[in-house]
């Protein structure tokens, strides 16, 4: 067996839709959709008509009691998720494995909602009222860091912050770290939470998110179809253990689906509009497919980008033309009923392609009545697909032109995971 | 007029807002690892509650101090900010 296999172990989630994977997945095979109009006494009721918002979570119960006095929800639901990952693995680090062979890339954009109610605070209250908590409470590195700390995790370690590509471009680092042989395991992802009034408002302003939908919350988000008219903001987390596969059989683990190949690449073109001919995506795509060692008639089902933007859908659909030709694979989009998680969003759709390539079960895109004929490709709508498929790939592409691809296939360990 | 139990209450109540289990603290509980054993942020967090309740302004030099300081000591220290000692004339 080839030393530099690298699979899934354990995975966990935090969405609107519910936690967990085949939370997700039920929701998009079932067109359950997590989005919601924020309550009228809702701080955002006035900002937003819609959004996805993730399930109540005690800090409590992932923090000590006083260290919760000032802590960003990015940060509770990264430890939710990191927990249930572990958990999900059965695996104990410094039992299992060496603390110093476990590495931490878990990222996100940070916990700006805290900093924003502190700096209101510091504005109507004066310098002694901003609270010495805020920096553990709110850098984009702490949720890799409270992870570390909570399971012992003594390896490399790191957050990136890559937009909304940041999560399924921590998995990639993952993998490419336990290739290298510098890890046996990364707890690897991304926690984002978002919804507050200036980050709400900014993407608001500048006309990005979807209008018009306030009496029909769960129709907003729709990409791909000819009425899509913007993205809808959702929260949440997405953590994966992935091992070094010959780890994972010496500890008799069980695994998902191993990460073949991922790539990255940047549209060089625009802050935050991606290039319409689609070229460095398509690059991004073919490079995934070249380290997978597959050809692109091997990939059975792509999870797209997919937010529901009128130019993003558009280039994304010619870049996967380009990558996989006319005859490319079904796609669907997660976003239709989780929203848009930013990073976080890269590891919850990974988590999908993990158990559509090995549930053989390919999910529709909700909210895809009618598709855009500039979005041609094959798209799983309106009930979901059975297919038995060898890989699977999902793509995130991010403000800034960060692109990445992972592809996914079956997991080459003695023990594997049903689904 | 601020008095010392009043600032003692405030100490206490905050501890409790900053999630610390006070019951068993007293007058003469250290805040450092002697006895409440806040960690240093914690005391931090304690000193600009006070500062910003009360009006008064601990130096950077002072906040190695503080964490050995007991509840009492502090709460006089803070009493005596809030109103400077006044020497009766002779």
Redesign the interface.
């Known amino acids: 067996m080839s030393d530099t296999g690298v699979t899934v172990t354990g995975m966990g989630l935090v969405t609107s839709v519910g936690i967990g994977a085949a939370a997700v997945m039920g929701a998009m095979c079932e067109g359950r959709s997590g989005l919601r109009r924020p309550p009228g006494d809702h701080p955002l009721a006035g900002s937003l008509q819609v959004a996805g918002f993730g399930p109540p979570i005690d800090p409590d119960s992932v923090l000590p009691?006083?260290e919760?006095?000032v802590v960003d929800r990015y940060i509770v639901m990264a430890l939710r998720a990191a927990g249930d990952a572990l958990a999900d693995a059965g695996l104990v680090i410094g039992r299992d494995v060496d603390p110093f062979r476990v590495a931490v890339i878990v990222s996100g954009t940070g916990g700006l909602a805290t900093l924003e109610a502190q700096v209101i605070i510091r504005i109507t209250?004066?310098r002694?009222?901003?609270?010495?908590?805020l920096l553990?409470g709110m850098l984009p590195n702490m949720g890799a860091a409270r992870i570390a700390i909570k399971y012992g995790i003594r390896g490399y370690s790191s957050s990136i912050g890559t937009a909304c590509a940041a999560g399924a471009q921590s998995v990639g680092e993952a993998t490419r770290l336990l290739r290298g042989n510098d890890a046996d395991v990364v707890v690897c992802g991304c926690s984002e939470a978002p919804l507050f009034p200036t980050l709400v408002d900014t993407f608001g302003n500048a006309r990005a998110l979807a209008r018009g939908w306030a009496d029909d919350p769960t129709a907003a988000s729709r990409p791909f179809d000819r009425r899509r008219n913007g993205l809808v903001l959702g929260e949440g987390a997405g953590i994966f253990v992935l091992e070094r596969t010959a780890h994972a059989d010496a500890r008799g683990a069980a695994g998902y689906a191993d990460v073949a190949g991922w790539g990255a690449t940047n549209d060089a073109h625009h802050p935050t509009m991606p290039d319409p001919n689609g070229e460095a995506a398509a690059e991004c795509m073919r490079r995934a497919l070249a380290v997978a060692g597959i050809a692109a008639a091997d990939v059975g089902y792509l999870n797209a980008h997919g937010t529901a933007t009128k130019l993003g859908d558009v280039a994304e659909a010619l870049a996967v033309r380009k990558a996989f030709g006319t005859a490319g694979p079904p796609v669907s989009a997660t976003k239709a009923v989780t929203g848009h998680m930013l990073g976080a969003s890269g590891v919850v759709e990974a988590a999908v392609t993990v158990l559509a390539l090995r549930g053989g079960l390919l999910p529709p895109t909700h909210n895809l009545d009618d598709p855009d004929p500039a979005c041609e490709l094959d798209h799983i709508r309106k009930a979901p697909r059975r297919a038995r498929i060898t890989h699977a790939m999902s793509n995130s592409f991010g403000f800034g032109g960060h692109n990445v691809s992972v592809v996914f296939g079956h997991p080459s360990t003695r023990l594997t995971r049903t689904v | 007029m601020t008095t010392k139990d009043e600032i003692r209450d405030f100490l206490l109540t905050s501890l409790r807002a900053m999630r610390y289990d006070t019951s068993g603290i007293d007058d003469d509980t250290a805040l450092g690892p002697t006895g409440a054993n806040l960690e240093s942020l914690a005391v931090a967090e304690l000193s600009v509650r006070v500062e910003d309740h009360f009006g008064v302004t601990f130096e950077d030099e002072e906040a190695e101090q503080l964490a050995a300081m007991t509840i009492s000591e502090l709460s006089a220290t803070v009493a005596a900010r809030v109103q400077p000692a006044s020497t009766p004339g002779r």
């Open positions: 009691a006083t919760t006095v209250r004066g002694p009222s901003v609270s010495p908590y553990p």
